[in-house]
Nanobody, 118 residues
Framework: QVQLEESGGGSVQAGGSLRLSCSAS????????MRWYRQAPEKQRELVAT???????SYADSVRGRFTISRDNAKNTVFLQMNSMKTEDTAVYHC????????????WGQGTQVIVSS
């Protein structure tokens, strides 16, 4: 069973930075595609960033150039470095693992709150 736990959320002023971490339990982390999603109040969940098992990255247009996703397979952890933050980045951020165990499975973390004030 794969469990994910996010950390690093908090409050920051616009223009500031935060670094989110997502630690995974269980085996096989290096074979997972990992994603960060966010959901703001009264808005749909948004895919923020992806890093594949091969290290390929992709970003939502709204964060490209400001956010960086990375992973440390030795520590079973994925990171989201958020710079030049904007008030519209305020949301609950969730990490997601996409992997195979004979069938395609997904795991989600509980989320970490990020608040950006003007």
């Amino acid at each position: 069973q794969v469990q994910l736990e996010e950390s690093g959320g908090g409050s920051v002023q616009a223009g500031g930075s935060l670094r989110l971490s997502c630690s995974a339990s269980g085996s096989g982390f290096s074979q997972f595609d990992m994603r960060w999603y966010r959901q703001a109040p009264e808005k749909q969940r948004e895919l923020v960033a992806t890093i594949t098992r091969d290290g390929l990255t992709s970003y939502a247009d709204s964060v490209r150039g400001r956010f960086t996703i990375s992973r440390d397979n030795a520590k079973n952890t994925v990171f989201l470095q958020m710079n030049s933050m904007k008030t519209e980045d305020t949301a609950v951020y969730h990490c997601n693992a996409d992997f195979w165990r004979g069938v395609r499975l997904q795991a989600w973390g509980q989320g970490t709150q990020v608040i950006v004030s003007s």
